[in-house]
């Protein structure tokens, strides 16, 4: 009952900070003119939230859900609490995708989330090949993850000297300014039914954390699991990072005190973390641009600024594996 509870206060909390979003900035307005104005089209000041403020909202949500279980998918898989897209290099991947075909292919615009899960999956094998040995040893993925986030970011500022700056803030910024419903419409399309998917991976997820041995014993193909995990993960991150830019540490942070509050059973965990991804990155957009307005800072450096001190605290941990 009481992770129910959990599930539930951060699902109001989702709500009043989304409100609170809609309302503050450089336009204010008081909730009630905002309802009326949603609900009945007749305030001036409205039709502007709703045209630009209102699809910023959406897509920070909708990104930071899908980065979040991404970060839960990706972390089974692994067996490894620190296995993160933005951290081992599948973000970086998908951008390098993304902007690939953003410089060459511009007329290819609305597709661009499927070429960048090409990038996340390149990058997602790359990371397996270099850190497999005898196993997947916890510090070694993290090691070979940030050298492979390393070199797409690398590629992604060269790639982008050559496309236009447009061109490369599209992917590598990560400010949610100027959002339009045609990003909603992508995110719902790219993201949503891959976040819908994961929901149903919860028994998959649960069994990879037991050895392989038992869960095949217990009637689970291992590998057959491990793939399509890993690709509905590396679908989500890819998603999230064509659309909203490149954010780091999301999958690591939130799944992490997800647990805290309703453990372990990736039936609860899932849905929790994607509730807990959008409202950590809805909040670190509208901070962002409220704290010091006019001027905006980018989610992607809040995140950075938070989630590198929780990564050093993660390390410290030592190889304690979900939170056990």
Same mark, same amino acid.
């Given at each position: 009952?009481?992770?129910?509870?959990? %599930?539930?206060?951060?699902?109001?909390?989702?709500?009043?900070?989304?409100?609170?979003?809609?309302?503050?900035?450089?336009?204010?307005?008081?909730?009630?003119?905002?309802?009326?104005?949603?609900?009945? =089209?007749?305030?001036?000041?409205?039709?502007?939230?709703?045209?630009?403020?209102?699809?910023?909202?959406? $897509?920070?949500?909708?990104?930071?859900?899908?980065?979040?279980?991404?970060?839960?998918? %990706?972390?089974?898989?692994? +067996?490894?609490?620190?296995?993160?897209?933005?951290?081992?290099?599948?973000?970086?991947?998908? =951008?390098?995708?993304?902007?690939? $075909?953003?410089?060459?292919?511009?007329?290819?615009?609305?597709?661009?989330?499927?070429?960048?899960?090409? =990038?996340?999956?390149?990058?997602?094998?790359?990371?397996? %090949?270099?850190?497999?040995?005898?196993?997947?040893?916890?510090?070694?993925?993290?090691?070979?993850?940030?050298?492979?986030?390393?070199?797409?970011?690398?590629?992604?500022? $060269?790639?982008?000297?050559?496309?236009?700056?447009?061109?490369?803030?599209?992917?590598?910024?990560?400010?949610?300014?100027?959002?339009?419903?045609?990003?909603?419409?992508?995110?719902?399309?790219?993201? =949503?039914?891959?976040?819908?998917?994961?929901?149903?991976?919860?028994?998959?997820?649960?069994?990879?954390?037991?050895?392989?041995?038992?869960?095949?014993?217990?009637?689970?193909?291992?590998?057959?699991? +491990?793939?399509?995990?890993?690709?509905?993960?590396?679908?989500?991150?890819?998603?999230?990072?064509? $659309?909203?830019?490149?954010?780091?540490?999301?999958?690591?942070?939130?799944?992490?005190?997800?647990?805290?509050?309703?453990?372990?059973?990736?039936?609860?965990?899932?849905?929790?973390?994607?509730?807990?991804?959008?409202?950590?990155?809805?909040?670190?957009?509208?901070?962002?641009?409220?704290?010091?307005?006019?001027?905006?800072?980018?989610?992607?450096?809040?995140?950075?600024?938070?989630?590198?001190?929780?990564?050093?605290?993660?390390?410290?941990?030592?190889?304690?594996?979900?939170?056990?």
């Amino acid at each position: 009952m009481k992770k129910w509870v959990s %599930l539930l206060a951060a699902l109001c909390l989702l709500a009043a900070v989304a409100l609170y979003s809609m309302m503050a900035g450089s336009i204010k307005v008081g909730l009630g003119e905002l309802v009326s104005g949603l609900l009945w =089209g007749n305030h001036p000041q409205v039709d502007v939230i709703r045209d630009l403020r209102l699809p910023r909202v959406f $897509v920070a949500m909708l990104c930071g859900a899908a980065l979040a279980v991404s970060g839960v998918l %990706l972390q089974s898989v692994m +067996r490894n609490p620190l296995a993160d897209a933005g951290v081992i290099g599948i973000s970086a991947g998908a =951008g390098f995708a993304g902007l690939l $075909v953003t410089a060459v292919f511009p007329a290819l615009f609305f597709y661009i989330p499927l070429f960048a899960v090409m =990038g996340g999956l390149l990058a997602c094998f790359l990371v397996y %090949l270099f850190s497999w040995k005898s196993g997947l040893q916890p510090l070694r993925l993290i090691l070979v993850g940030v050298a492979i986030n390393a070199a797409f970011t690398g590629f992604n500022h $060269v790639l982008g000297s050559f496309g236009g700056s447009s061109a490369t803030s599209r992917i590598t910024s990560s400010t949610f300014h100027m959002k339009t419903w045609q990003d909603v419409e992508m995110i719902l399309l790219y993201g =949503g039914i891959t976040l819908i998917l994961s929901f149903f991976l919860s028994t998959w997820c649960n069994m990879l954390a037991l050895q392989d041995r038992t869960a095949s014993n217990l009637g689970l193909n291992v590998m057959r699991a +491990r793939i399509v995990i890993s690709l509905i993960a590396v679908m989500l991150a890819s998603a999230a990072t064509a $659309v909203g830019g490149l954010i780091v540490f999301v999958g690591l942070l939130v799944p992490h005190i997800a647990r805290q509050f309703v453990g372990s059973d990736h039936k609860l965990l899932i849905p929790f973390s994607a509730v807990g991804g959008a409202l950590l990155i809805l909040f670190a957009d509208t901070a962002g641009r409220t704290l010091i307005a006019p001027i905006e800072i980018p989610a992607s450096v809040i995140m950075m600024m938070i989630g590198g001190p929780f990564l050093i605290f993660m390390l410290l941990k030592g190889d304690r594996v979900h939170g056990h």
